[in-house]
C-alpha cells in the first residue's frame, strides 16, 4: 500500500484535531470541577456521575459506532458526531441545573464517541498493517496536546471569561472541527460497506462471541479506563486533598501529567514500531508497559509522597499504552470489521472509565469530608479497589488456555 504524504496528512491529520477536541472536552471538568460544586451544591458522588455521563454516552455508542463506520466511512460519521458535541457544549453553556448538566455532558460524550476510532478507521485504510501502531499513537499525542490545553490554560481562561463561555468558545472550535473533517478528509474506493445491517449486525455479535475478546477486553478496559477516569477527574482532588496543593498548583501538576502522556503515547508508537521490526509484536511490548503502569499506580495507592509526582507522571505516560492492541486485534478479527473489532475494546475501555470516574466518587461518598476536601484514606480504598481488578484481569489474560 503506497499513499503520497500528503494524503495521508489529509487522510488522518483532520481526525487528529477532533480527537484533541475530544481529549479537551473529556478532561475539561477536571478544572471546572470546583465551579460546578460551588454553583451547584453537588457532591463527590453527582460529581463522579456528571463528568462520567460522558463516558457513559460516549461507551453506550461504542457497538454501533463500529457498524456505522464500517458502512459510512469514518468522514461522514465523524462530521455528524463533532456537530452533534457542538450542540452539547452549548446546553452545558447554558444549563440551569445539575439535571441539565449531566444531559448536556451525554450529548458532548455522544458526539465525541467517535473521536479515535473514526481516526483508527480512517488509519485501516490508509496505512500498512505494519505502520499502524505509530501512526495511532502518533494520532493520540496529538488528543493529548488537547488534554495540556484542558489544565491550566483552561483555567486561565476560565479565570477570565467564566466556566460558562468558556464552553461556548469550545463548542465554536468542534463546529469548526466538522467542517475541516468534511472537506479536508479524502473519501476511498472501498471505504464503506455494501453489507447490510443485518449481517454487520451479525457480524458484530460474531466479534463479541470471541474467546479472544473475552481474554482481551477485561485487560485493556481497565488498564485504558482507570487512567481515563483519575486523569480527567480524580487527579485533582487527589493532589489538593493528599498532597495539600492549592487549586492553580493542582492545575499545574495535571499540565505536567498532560505533558508527560503526550511525549509517553507518541514514545510508545516509535517504541512499539521498532520492536515490531525486530519481531517483537505489539502485545508483548504493551505488557511491558503495563509493568510500569501497576508500579506507578502501587506508589499512588499506598501514598508514598517523595514518589507520588513521578509516579503520575508515569501513569500518565504509559496509561494509554492499551492502544497497540487495537491494530493487533483488528488483524485477528479481520480487515474488513476494524471499525466493529476497534469499537469493542473501546467500548469495554470506556464502560470501564465510566465505572472508574462514578466508583471512585461512590467509596470516597462513603467517607466524612474534611475541612478542605476528601478524607486522604478515601482515596486509598477507591484506588487500591481498582488497581486489584487490573491485576486480576492481567492474570485472566496470561492464564494458559488453548486458542481456537
Same mark, same amino acid.
Not at 444531559?103 to 479515535?116: D, E, K, M, P, T
Not at 481474554?215 to 479506563?225: C, D, I, V, Y
Not at 515490531?276 to 508483548?284: A, E, L, V
Not at 471512585?360 to 486509598?380: E, K, N, Q, R
Given at each position: 500500500?503506497?499513499?503520497?504524504?500528503?494524503?495521508?496528512?489529509?487522510?488522518?491529520?483532520?481526525?487528529?484535531?477532533?480527537?484533541?477536541?475530544?481529549?479537551?472536552?473529556?478532561?475539561?471538568?477536571?478544572?471546572?470541577?470546583?465551579?460546578?460544586?460551588?454553583?451547584?451544591?453537588?457532591?463527590?458522588?453527582?460529581?463522579?456521575? %456528571?463528568?462520567?455521563?460522558? $463516558?457513559? +454516552?460516549? @461507551? =453506550?455508542?461504542?457497538?454501533? !459506532?463500529? #457498524?456505522?463506520?464500517?458502512?459510512?466511512?469514518?468522514?461522514?460519521?465523524?462530521?455528524?458526531?463533532?456537530?452533534?458535541?457542538?450542540?452539547?457544549?452549548?446546553?452545558?453553556?447554558?444549563?440551569?441545573?445539575?439535571?441539565?448538566?449531566?444531559?448536556?455532558?451525554?450529548?458532548?460524550?455522544?458526539?465525541?464517541?467517535?473521536?479515535?476510532?473514526?481516526?483508527?478507521?480512517?488509519?485501516?485504510?490508509?496505512?500498512?498493517?505494519?505502520?499502524?501502531?505509530?501512526?495511532?499513537?502518533?494520532?493520540?499525542?496529538?488528543?493529548?496536546?488537547?488534554?495540556?490545553?484542558?489544565?491550566?490554560?483552561?483555567?486561565?481562561?476560565?479565570?477570565?471569561?467564566?466556566?460558562?463561555?468558556?464552553? %461556548?468558545?469550545?463548542?465554536? $472550535?468542534? +463546529?469548526? @472541527? =466538522?467542517?475541516?473533517?468534511? !472537506?479536508? #478528509?479524502?473519501?476511498?474506493?472501498?471505504?464503506?460497506?455494501?453489507?447490510?445491517?443485518?449481517?454487520?449486525?451479525?457480524?458484530?455479535?460474531?466479534?463479541?462471541?470471541?474467546?479472544?475478546?473475552?481474554?482481551?477486553?477485561?485487560?485493556?478496559?481497565?488498564?485504558?479506563?482507570?487512567?481515563?477516569?483519575?486523569?480527567?477527574?480524580?487527579?485533582?482532588?487527589?493532589?489538593?486533598?493528599?498532597?495539600?496543593?492549592?487549586?492553580?498548583?493542582?492545575?499545574?501538576?495535571?499540565?505536567?501529567?498532560?505533558?508527560?502522556?503526550?511525549?509517553?503515547?507518541?514514545?510508545?508508537?516509535?517504541?512499539?514500531?521498532?520492536?515490531?521490526?525486530?519481531?517483537?509484536?505489539?502485545?508483548?511490548?504493551?505488557?511491558?508497559?503495563?509493568?510500569?503502569?501497576?508500579?506507578?499506580?502501587?506508589?499512588?495507592?499506598?501514598?508514598?509522597?517523595?514518589?507520588?509526582?513521578?509516579?503520575?507522571?508515569?501513569?500518565?505516560?504509559?496509561?494509554?499504552?492499551?492502544?497497540?492492541?487495537?491494530?493487533?486485534?483488528?488483524?485477528?478479527?479481520?480487515?474488513?470489521?476494524?471499525?466493529?473489532?476497534?469499537?469493542?475494546?473501546?467500548?469495554?475501555?470506556?464502560?470501564?472509565?465510566?465505572?472508574?470516574?462514578?466508583?471512585?466518587?461512590?467509596?470516597?461518598?462513603?467517607?466524612?469530608?474534611?475541612?478542605?476536601?476528601?478524607?486522604?484514606?478515601?482515596?486509598?480504598?477507591?484506588?487500591?479497589?481498582?488497581?486489584?481488578?487490573?491485576?486480576?484481569?492481567?492474570?485472566?489474560?496470561?492464564?494458559?488456555?488453548?486458542?481456537?
Amino acid at each position: 500500500m503506497t499513499v503520497r504524504p500528503f494524503t495521508l496528512f489529509l487522510a488522518l491529520f483532520p481526525f487528529a484535531c477532533g480527537y484533541l477536541l475530544s481529549y479537551l472536552l473529556r478532561a475539561v471538568n477536571a478544572v471546572v470541577a470546583p465551579d460546578l460544586v460551588r454553583e451547584f451544591g453537588i457532591g463527590p458522588a453527582e460529581l463522579g456521575l %456528571l463528568t462520567a455521563a460522558y $463516558l457513559l +454516552a460516549f @461507551s =453506550a455508542f461504542q457497538l454501533p !459506532l463500529g #457498524v456505522l463506520l464500517d458502512r459510512y466511512g469514518p468522514r461522514r460519521v465523524q462530521t455528524t458526531l463533532l456537530l452533534i458535541a457542538a450542540l452539547g457544549c452549548v446546553g452545558f453553556a447554558l444549563a440551569p441545573n445539575f439535571l441539565s448538566l449531566f444531559a448536556a455532558r451525554a450529548v458532548i460524550g455522544f458526539g465525541f464517541s467517535a473521536g479515535l476510532m473514526a481516526s483508527y478507521k480512517s488509519s485501516s485504510l490508509w496505512v500498512p498493517m505494519e505502520r499502524r501502531s505509530l501512526a495511532n499513537t502518533s494520532i493520540m499525542s496529538m488528543g493529548a496536546i488537547g488534554l495540556v490545553i484542558a489544565t491550566e490554560p483552561t483555567a486561565m481562561l476560565s479565570d477570565a471569561i467564566g466556566w460558562r463561555n468558556v464552553f %461556548l468558545v469550545l463548542s465554536a $472550535l468542534v +463546529a469548526l @472541527s =466538522a467542517v475541516f473533517v468534511f !472537506l479536508a #478528509v479524502p473519501e476511498k474506493q472501498g471505504a464503506s460497506s455494501a453489507a447490510g445491517f443485518p449481517q454487520q449486525a451479525k457480524e458484530l455479535v460474531g466479534i463479541l462471541k470471541l474467546p479472544l475478546f473475552w481474554r482481551l477486553a477485561p485487560l485493556l478496559g481497565l488498564a485504558a479506563g482507570v487512567p481515563i477516569a483519575y486523569q480527567t477527574l480524580w487527579a485533582g482532588p487527589w493532589f489538593r486533598d493528599v498532597m495539600g496543593f492549592a487549586p492553580h498548583e493542582a492545575a499545574r501538576e495535571l499540565f505536567w501529567m498532560a505533558v508527560s502522556f503526550t511525549v509517553g503515547i507518541f514514545l510508545i508508537g516509535v517504541i512499539a514500531d521498532r520492536l515490531q521490526r525486530r519481531g517483537i509484536g505489539p502485545m508483548q511490548t504493551f505488557l511491558g508497559l503495563y509493568a510500569l503502569h501497576l508500579l506507578s499506580q502501587a506508589i499512588i495507592v499506598f501514598q508514598v509522597k517523595a514518589l507520588a509526582l513521578p509516579a503520575w507522571l508515569m501513569l500518565a505516560a504509559v496509561g494509554q499504552s492499551a492502544v497497540l492492541a487495537f491494530p493487533w486485534f483488528a488483524a485477528r478479527v479481520g480487515e474488513h470489521l476494524s471499525g466493529r473489532a476497534n469499537s469493542t475494546i473501546n467500548f469495554a475501555m470506556f464502560v470501564t472509565a465510566f465505572a472508574a470516574q462514578y466508583g471512585v466518587g461512590l467509596v470516597i461518598g462513603l467517607f466524612a469530608p474534611t475541612a478542605t476536601g476528601y478524607d486522604p484514606h478515601a482515596y486509598v480504598w477507591a484506588f487500591g479497589l481498582f488497581l486489584a481488578l487490573q491485576i486480576l484481569a492481567l492474570l485472566w489474560y496470561l492464564w494458559p488456555r488453548k486458542e481456537t
